[in-house]
């Protein structure tokens, strides 16, 4: 992410919930939200997964497979994540890389529960825009402006009152593939030093695999084609973790791995119907307790 320029992927990531929502197992995922957060022109091709309308022309159907894929990702991973923020509650709640995720405006579990949104600054502005008025279902959403790569987590989230004495539930979704080994390192240990006992960090990480980095080749080269600014230039792929190097980093700043499950897995559970499965089988959620 640049200064300057919001997240891409966010914007992804939500049209997929968009496009997901209602559709993709229904009994077990909804996200009504993402759809009004997103723009006209970002809801097209959402509409079009909706209804299965592939479009003409390589530039939509570039957009339409990549909304597509993400319908695919998002729905086991925002299931488990939201499993693991209800079945053990804390008083607070951050969302550490938030994106325009929109669980502080459509889980009603979280009434008593304060909620802190971390994000990169210019991240965090478009999303303010974007939600307008709304108004929370969560006790309090606060807005944490962080960059990752320069500022000091921890120090920003003290000064916006975070409490290291009460537990914390941190989520932290689809932002490691963003940062390299060394910031992933530094954020764990910055969560860490907050964490009282009680403490659950919910990590959705990728574990490293040659054919998904294959298939983000093609598909980053497909965007060129198309002649679309891809997406993961701004925001490229810099670090990957098999769960045996995220438990141990997890381990060492003093958590114990409660579950650690990989998306294929979580979305057989879900019976739901899978296209891709390479992006599902190495995307996993880790769930870490103090
Ligand atoms: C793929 S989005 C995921 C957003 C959200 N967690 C979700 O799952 O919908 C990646 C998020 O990571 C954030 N991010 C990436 N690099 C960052 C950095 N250096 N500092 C702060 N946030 C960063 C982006 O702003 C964006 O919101």
């Not at 995922?29 to 759809?35: H, K, L, N, R, V």
């Not at 299931?79 to 938030?98: E, F, K, M, S, W």
């Amino acid at each position: 992410v640049d200064d300057g320029q919001a997240s891409r992927t966010a914007v992804i990531v939500c049209q997929g919930r968009a496009a997901a929502d209602g559709r993709l197992a229904p009994e077990r995922f909804a996200d009504p939200i993402a759809t009004q957060l997103l723009s006209p022109d970002e809801r097209v091709p959402v509409a079009q997964v909706r209804t299965g309308t592939v479009p003409h022309g390589w530039s939509a159907r570039v957009e339409y497979e990549t909304v597509r894929a993400s319908a695919e990702v998002a729905v086991p991973r925002t299931v488990a994540i939201d499993d693991a923020i209800r079945a053990r509650t804390t008083p607070q709640l951050i969302l550490v890389g938030a994106g325009l995720d929109a669980r502080a405006w459509r889980m009603p579990e979280l009434a008593d529960i304060d909620v802190s949104e971390v994000d990169h600054p210019s991240s965090q502005a478009d999303k303010r825009s974007r939600l307008g008025q709304r108004r929370p279902l969560a006790r309090s959403v606060q807005f944490v402006p962080v960059d990752f790569t320069r500022d000091r987590f921890d120090a920003a989230l003290a000064k916006a009152g975070h409490r290291a004495d009460a537990p914390t539930t941190w989520v932290w979704e689809g932002v490691v593939p963003y940062l390299t080994p060394a910031e992933v390192t530094t954020t764990v240990e910055a969560i860490a030093a907050r964490s009282a006992p009680g403490s659950r960090l919910i990590v959705n990480y990728q574990s490293p695999s040659i054919r998904a980095s294959l298939g983000r080749a093609l598909a980053i080269g497909l965007s060129v084609v198309a002649q679309q600014g891809s997406p993961w230039a701004r925001e490229p792929r810099r670090s990957s973790w098999t769960a045996a190097t995220m438990s141990r980093l997890l381990v060492r700043n003093g958590f114990s791995v409660d579950s650690d499950d990989d998306l294929l897995c979580l979305a057989r559970g879900l019976g739901m119907p899978v296209k891709e499965s390479v992006s599902l089988q190495t995307g996993r959620v880790a769930v870490a307790d103090r």
